[in-house]
């Protein structure tokens, strides 16, 4: 049974930073890909990063790039989202997800789901 476990959310003011943290435990053929996800009241769930895990490619939203960084420690089976200059858009709360495979950054890819930690940023 795959769990995801994410912390690391806070209320920052605009061009501050967070790390999210995103504890991976089970099955590793099913977490291969990991991916960060945000959603604000009243919108769709948006795909903000990804990571392949077996070599670490990397894919952002265009949103984010240059402001956002995914990154792994396999040690720790944990899966990092570094976010600098933050903004009051950022506002959200930020889900980590895992799938097996290279999938695209789309929910419906996406198998297994943490609970999500809340991100907010006052301008």
């Known amino acids: 049974q795959v769990q995801l476990v994410e912390s690391g959310g806070g209320s920052v003011q605009a061009g501050g930073s967070l790390r999210l943290s995103c504890d991976v435990s089970?099955?590793?053929?099913?977490?291969?890909?990991i991916a960060w996800f945000r959603q604000a009241p009243g919108k769709e769930r948006q795909g903000v990063a990804r990571?392949?895990?077996?070599?670490?490619?990397?894919y952002y939203t265009d949103s984010v790039k240059g402001r956002f960084t995914i990154s792994q420690n396999n040690a720790k089976n944990t899966v990092y989202l570094q976010m600098v200059n933050l903004k009051p858009e950022d506002t959200a709360m930020y889900h980590c997800?895992?799938?097996?495979?290279?999938?695209?950054?789309?929910?419906?890819?996406?198998?297994?789901w943490g609970q999500g930690t809340q991100v907010t940023v006052s301008s």
């Open positions: 089970g099955s590793t053929g099913s977490t291969n890909t």
């Open positions: 997800a895992a799938a097996s495979k290279l999938v695209p950054l789309v929910p419906g890819y996406f198998n297994f």
């Open positions: 990571i392949w895990n077996p070599d670490g490619l990397t």
